[in-house]
């Protein structure tokens, strides 16, 4: 064994007696909405309660009156054009591609937006090509990893704010918003956190925004795209804010069942972004196929409103059930992301494999994606579950947690 491959071990023997050693577990799609996991000795169908499938696109069994069906759109996907084989600036551009991008900014009540391959991919580009003179970013504790790299590949300076700390962040942006040094200040936040599923205040950021003009907002809706919103455009749109968001990224890996990301921006940033994003122009682009599909999902959207409605019932339902538990293990729900706070890895994995027992499939969050001491399931409701697998659901919660 090298040295190096010696040094690698090291490291594994450590993770793994600090049981913080991650493994894949690969599933099996069958029917109904349901998993196997091949690792079972006795693969068993199971309900996916880790998946961000929020409307349940991919269960073909799940359809409610009165929405678009997308089966004709997915018959009539080209197969002629798999693959884009190269960056949009070489040869990698087609013409769906910006059908869908005016199709975005118009919904979300923008000039224009860009595409990008995922949320990743926008959320490390963005900052790093708005380099400007005098920028100072400030940003919520608890935004996604992909924003904090994006934010530490841009070199600018930056502080953070407690999360959803509003007096706290007006102190930062007063501090700065008086230095001459500072041009400009981008308040970043997501409109609903991915692990804890609470909502940012984002009327009070809109309200800062306007207060002090060197203020821009870049807000990430991957979470809420899809699912909030009388149309389905997000809570910006729920909350009647969509033109005041700088920068609105949102990804369609999540509730538009598909993969890929973009930003809703002015027409000036979304030049700058194709001149200078690294993670768009040094990436080849996503299959047009995808591209045709996700368009297609998207003009679907605002029919969705009896899936959004299922999900907000389910949401309910498993509040009302859970009512009985501290705060410090269920946290008030305010959206469909719902955090069990177990405090632990060793009790996060008891529930994880009591819940896989009775049927549910869900992996532990644990540190370092969350703090020590604060691992959790993270439960993922969709709108492809019905309000009995719910209500199981929380009985055996309530049974290895109450």
Known sequence: MS??????????????????????????????????????????????????????????????????????SLQALSAGDLGSTSSRLLSGDRAVMHQLEELIAKSLQHETALLFNSGYHANVGILPALKLPGL???????????????????????????????????????????????????????????????????????????????????????????VRGAHGYGLCEELGLLSEIDLLVGTFGKALGSMGAYVACSEAVRTLLITRSRSLIYSTMLPPLIIQWVLAV???????????????????????????LPAQLLPTPHSHIIPLLCGSRERARAVAQALHEEGYFIRPIMSPTVPVGSERLRISLTAGLTTAEVRQLCQIILTHLA
């Not at 959004?308 to 059930?321: I, M, S, V, Y």
């Open 3 to 72: 040295h190096f491959e010696s040094h690698i071990e090291q490291i594994l023997a450590t993770l793994r007696d600090e049981q913080a050693l991650r493994t894949l577990t690969p599933i099996e799609p069958l029917e109904r909405g349901r998993y196997a996991a091949l690792d079972d000795a006795h693969p068993q169908p199971l309900i996916n309660l880790n998946s961000n499938d929020y409307l349940a696109l991919h269960d073909a069994s799940c359809h409610f009156a009165d929405e678009a069906d997308l089966t004709n």
């Open 298 to 324: 998207w003009q679907a959207l605002p029919t969705f409103t009896q899936r959004r409605a299922h999900l907000a019932k389910l949401q309910q339902l498993l509040t009302d059930e859970l009512a009985s």
């Open 136 to 226: 100072v970013v400030i940003a919520d504790k608890l935004i996604h990893a992909s924003m904090i790299d994006g934010l530490r590949l841009s070199g600018l300076p930056f502080e953070r704010f407690r999360h959803n700390d509003v007096a706290q962040l007006q102190r930062l942006i007063e501090k700065h918003h008086s230095a001459e040094s500072c041009q400009h200040i981008i308040v970043m936040a997501e409109s609903i956190y991915s692990m804890d599923g609470d909502l940012a205040p984002l009327q009070e950021l809109v309200a800062l925004k306007q207060q002090y003009p060197k203020v821009a907002l870049y807000i990430d809706e991957a979470h809420a795209i899809g």
